[in-house]
């Protein structure tokens, strides 16, 4: 008798569900109503203590994998000794595929932990829990697309991953060219991204551009106005690591209240311990702590209520030491989608959404007066502003609406054989 069809395509991802990546939730929730089944592996539990609205629509089944070698071994040794009796040669085969890579490891054994990890999903969630797996895709293309891999590997079936920034440039190329060799494809965030992906590991796979997207119902002007007046309310969301530029930010706001302007800060967001006190002293050294506020991590819909508020957004962007950048942060889309003007840096994907002058205005990375120039002419130039906020919003909804994104996705997954139950 034909065995039926597998349908399930599993998702690898480092946590679920993650404050700061609402771009991730929002692609579960609208693959689902596309028609796919769906089941979560996370790497790890949640380090949150609350989620965004939109985690409550998803329907995919999680499981949680053991995310210390240590409290884990127990569960390691005794689901991977399993599937090691159960499939000796496949599980031989894929220890050898992870020697193959060793060298590359600069942490040698975290990747035996995703291989553990790997073993794991097979045994305990394919077997045991007959979760029948089509298709296996990471998100991010460092360790959860290593456990991709693998599993698939383990699980004889195709797999695929959407690489996005950290993931990319902080990598050892070559060790992002043999995941690329083995993936059917691979999907990426920016056109930025691309470029590089296909100019250091190209080899004839298919590399897709999406864009993450933003929920459009979820943004309206309300009508607003788009003059501004001082006091100036200026906002900026972002994680306090290097590559977000917030100690340019803070310098050319002292540099522009040195100058007179007159305005509030709100700045929301949290890093590790290390980089919170980096921030909050330097915000107390340049005299900004009367006229800034630091809200720490809160909820989508709180973040929304402040972009109402504002009267431009700002970022400074830029490549970090280790190679990191971003791609296109999503708050700035959120940003022109509410009507706030943005003003940020020419790094990475960030001008494919913002063109200077016309839906935005752009300065070189890591350059105070610069971004302090453009910051008081965004605030202070209004006829500037009554072009670039409606052309910002056309842009977004030309190019970022996440309904028109995700069916492009979903449809890239149905060219590649991933089953959907609507296809």
Partial sequence: MTQPAKKTLGMILKGYPRISETFISNELRLLEKMGFDIHIYSMRAPRENFSHDSIKQIKAKVTYLPSSMFFGLPAFLWYNLRLFFHMPKRYLSCLKLMKSRFALAPKKYTWVKHMLQAGYIMQKSVIDDGVDLAHLHGHFAHTPTTVTMYAAHLADIPFSFTAHAKDIYTQDPRRIADKVDLAKFVVTCTNYNKQHLVKTVSNGKPI????????????????????????????????????????????????????????????????????????????????????????????????????????????????????????????????????????????????????????????????????AMVLRRMLEDQELRAKVIPAAQEKVRDVFDNKKLIRTLGEIYISHGVPCGKA
């Fill in 208 to 371: 897709h551009c999406v864009y993450h997207g933003i929920n459009l119902d979820l943004f309206s002007s309300n009508g607003r106005p788009t003059k501004a007046t001082a006091p100036y309310n200026i906002l900026t969301v972002a994680r306090f690591v290097p590559k977000k530029g917030l100690d340019t930010v803070l310098r050319a706001l002292a540099k522009l209240r040195a100058e007179g302007l007159d305005f509030h800060y709100t700045l929301v967001g949290t890093g590790k311990a290390k980089e919170n006190q980096k921030i909050q002293t330097l915000i107390r050294e340049l005299g900004l702590a009367d006229v800034t506020t630091m809200t720490g991590t809160i909820t989508h819909g709180d973040v929304i209520e402040l972009l109402h508020k504002a009267d431009c957004f700002t970022l400074g962007c830029r490549e970090a030491d280790d190679g990191d950048r971003d791609g296109i942060p999503n708050v700035v889309a959120e940003s022109m989608a509410t009507g706030v003007p943005v003003v940020a840096t020419e790094v990475s994907g960030v001008p494919e959404l913002v063109d200077h002058e016309i839906s935005g205005l752009l300065c070189p990375s890591n350059d105070v007066d610069a971004l």
